[in-house]
């Protein structure tokens, strides 16, 4: 069955700070997988995707996630945190083929930016 | 355009009345979706429509009852709910395939007074 670790609840970075959310994925089929960005009082809205293909997926707001079978791993990293980087990050797999679209969700890392 | 509308925002309601979040999508999208989000945890799927037909009912109770009337629309309709079935309810859509992106309304902030 699919599952999705996030590790660490909530990160704090300073602006201009490398940000680095870490996901760690389990799927007994190739996995596609997801990372979204919810801002306060808001929706969740897609960041980036791997589906196949290039391991190193580049996102929205400079955003970009390295994808490692061999860690099973799909960690979101930016090379310079902003004050509006400030939100909660969910990274997600799609559950298994006869599951329709059905995501399985990380339980989400708060990212905090100080100034 | 990948844009999934939902209305209300906010909603109140009492234990005894009956309301219905309404959930509009215009990409052609043939899968759409409940979802129910509380503070600080990830979205939790709650039905799933697949060619207007329900294909998933996450064991939700049935102080919740889905509707899709055309390949556009979702509502939810809600009647007897609990204080605990307060939250963000999240309205989404995607094409109907394994692996597909799912895109999310901005949600409904629903309170049950």
């Known amino acids: 069955a699919q599952s999705v670790t996030q590790l660490g609840s909530h990160v704090s970075v300073s602006e201009g700070a490398l940000v680095l959310l870490r996901c760690n994925y389990s799927?007994?089929?190739?996995?596609?997988l997801f990372w979204y960005v919810q801002y306060p009082n808001q929706g969740l809205q897609l960041l980036l995707k791997?589906?196949?293909?290039?391991?190193l997926v580049k996102g929205i707001n400079g955003f970009e996630a390295e994808f490692k079978k061999s860690e099973t791993s799909f960690h979101l990293t930016k090379p310079s945190a902003h004050m509006s980087d400030a939100a909660e990050y969910f990274c997600?797999?799609?559950?298994?083929?006869?599951?329709?679209?059905?995501?399985?969700f990380g339980q989400g890392t708060e990212l905090s930016v100080k100034p | 355009d990948t844009e999934v509308t939902q209305t209300p925002k906010h909603l109140v309601m009492g234990m005894t009345n009956k309301k219905s979040l309404k959930c509009e999508q215009h990409?052609?999208?043939?899968?759409m979706y409940w979802y129910k989000q509380k503070a600080k945890k990830p979205p939790e799927l709650m039905f799933v429509?697949?060619?207007?037909?329900?294909?998933i009912n996450e064991s939700v109770p049935s102080r919740f009852s889905p509707e899709c009337p055309n390949s556009s629309l979702l509502n939810l309709h809600l009647h007897a709910l609990q204080p605990e079935d307060s939250a963000l309810y999240l309205c989404?859509?995607?094409?109907?395939?394994?692996?597909?992106?799912?895109?999310f309304g901005e949600g409904s902030w629903l309170t049950v007074v």
């Open positions: 989404a859509s995607s094409q109907v395939f394994f692996g597909n992106t799912i895109y």
């Open positions: 799927s007994s089929v190739p996995p596609y």
């Open positions: 791997y589906t196949t293909g290039a391991t």
């Open positions: 997600a797999v799609s559950a298994s083929y006869n599951q329709g679209g059905k995501l399985i």
């Open positions: 990409m052609g999208h043939r899968a």
């Open positions: 429509y697949s060619y207007e037909k329900l294909s």
